[in-house]
C-alpha cells in the first residue's frame, strides 16, 4: 500500500491496483501549492465528512476521472444530486471493493456541507488490502471506541491521526489514541494548514518517540509505503 500526503487530510492510497484519494482539499491550500489535481489518479475518492477543507475538490477529480465517492450516505445523496457516482456506507458498516475491504469507523466530530446541506455523521475508515490494514481516523476527538478497534480488526501496521489540535485531536491525544488502537507507527495530518492548527514538528515527534511511538510526518508531494 503507497500512501502518498497531499497536505491537510488529502492522501493518495494505492493498493491492489486502484487509486483512492482521501479528503482531497488541495487548490485553496496554500502549502500544496506544487500539487496540481489534474494529474491526481483516482479510481475512488474516500470522504470522512462534509467540511469544506475536506471536500473542496471532490467534484473536480471525480468530473475528471469518473471516480466514484465512498462517503457516508447523506453525503452520497449529495453528490448523486450533482451527477457523480457514489456509495454511501453508514458507520460500523463495512464493504469490499475491487479486493479491498473499507469499514467505516466513528468518528466524534460534526459533519455539514459549506452551503449547510446536513452532512450526516462523520467517520474514519479502516482500509484492508495487500495483506496491510490502516486505519484513517478522520476530523475525530479522542475516544474510547478506538479501543474495539484492535479488538475485533487485529493489528493495524499504520494509524493516520490528525494532530493540529482546535478543531480534532492534537499531539497528547493523537499518542493516546495510538495506545487505544494499539499501533505505534502513526502518520500526522490536519495540520500546519491554518493559524489555529500549527505545529512545532519537533516537538511533535519527541512527544511521541519518549513515548515510543514514531510520528511520522511526510512532506506535501511525499509518499511512503506500508
Ligand atoms: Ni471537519
Ligand atoms: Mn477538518
Known sequence: MKITYYGHASLGIETNGKHFIVDPFITAN???KHIDIDSLKADYILLTHAHQDHVLDVEAIAGRTGATVICNAEMSYYYEKKGLKAVGMNTGGKMELDGIKIKSTIAFHSSSFA???YG????GY???SD????YIAGDTALTREMKLIPKTLGDLDLAIFPIGDHFTMGIEDACTAADFVKCDKVL???YDTFPPIKIDALE???YFSVREKEL????IGEDMVV
Open 131 to 134: 495483506d496491510k490494514r490502516i
Open 115 to 117: 452551503d449547510g446541506t
Open 216 to 219: 511520522i510526518l511526510l512532506a
Open 126 to 128: 479502516i482500509l484492508e
Open 188 to 190: 500526522g495530518y490536519h
Open 204 to 206: 511533535a515527534k519527541s
Open 30 to 32: 496554500p502549502l500544496a
Open 120 to 123: 450526516g455523521n462523520p467517520n
